[in-house]
């Protein structure tokens, strides 16, 4: 069982920039794959980017794409989201999830909210 941690959510304005960490921890997670997800009041849950623990390429979302970038610290056990140029659109419940078999089986941690007002 993997654990997650997110941090870092806030209020900010629009324009401005916000880096949210995932801290994983539990059984070995190095050939996992680590990524962020969303969901705004009312709206489904929707997929931001993705990394592997272990190396490879990251993956966004086209909504975000430019925008944020996700990065991984393997020391510190640590997937940031790293959020610039924020939206009023951008407002959402921040997830993050571990998963080797696919996100419907993956583990997740509480979220964190952000608000960007405009």
């Known amino acids: 069982q993997v654990q997650l941690v997110e941090s870092g959510g806030g209020l900010v304005q629009a324009g401005d920039s916000l880096r949210l960490s995932c801290a994983v921890s539990?059984?070995?997670?190095?050939?996992?794959?680590i990524g962020w997800f969303r969901r705004a009041s009312g709206k489904e849950r929707e997929f931001i980017a993705s990394?592997?623990?272990?190396?490879?390429?990251?993956y966004y979302a086209d909504s975000v794409k430019g925008r944020f970038t996700i990065s991984r610290d393997n020391a510190k056990n640590t997937v940031y989201l790293q959020m610039n140029s924020l939206k009023p659109e951008d407002t959402a419940i921040f997830f993050c999830?571990?998963?080797?078999?696919?996100?419907?089986?993956?583990?997740w941690g509480q979220g964190t909210q952000v608000t960007v007002s405009s």
């Open positions: 990394i592997r623990w272990n190396g490879g390429g990251a």
């Open positions: 539990g059984r070995t997670f190095s050939t996992y794959t």
């Open positions: 999830a571990a998963t080797s078999r696919g996100w419907d089986s993956a583990s």
